[in-house]
């Protein structure tokens, strides 16, 4: 199992090590001491899954008072994972698959984001706190720099409507 760090302080790619023989594959998805020798320490309280159509865009979102983190993985299809850090407004992306296994660590400050490359996609996602709809808070998919790999996404009203991330970053006093 392999731990990359990426250029955002503490999100972590994880690739886990598949085994794969004649009747298909098996791997770990959670296993407290090797993600902890990995640098993540987490309790999960909260999984969730999802199941989105091609070019569906959900995001930015992330909890005010209840922040969760966050560990994603695709079980259906691809999409493109983001973790947008709120304090500076930097991002990072990356592919994740059923193809390819890796996860995507998001710690507790960043806003989470993706989109669907395929056909469908379904993402799986542990969090470390419960959700509580009165504490999201979230900003605009397309006002944080992110390189999109879809022309034009499926938005839902609600992520249609959100702050753009200067101005939740002024809310915030950031």
Known sequence: MRFLPTELPGVTLIEPDVHRDARGFFLETWHLRKYREGGIDAQFVQTNQSRSARSTLRGLHAQLRKPQGKLVRAVEGELFDVAVDLRTGRWVGVTLSAENFRQLWIPPQYLHGFCVLSEFAQMEYAC???????????????????????????????????????????????
């Open 128 to 174: 470390t706190d419960f959700y509580d709809r009165a504490d999201e808070i979230g900003a605009r998919w397309d006002s944080a720099g992110i390189d999109w790999p879809i022309p034009e996404p499926l938005l839902s009203a609600k992520d249609a409507a959100l702050p753009t991330l200067t101005e939740l970053r002024k809310s915030l006093g950031a």
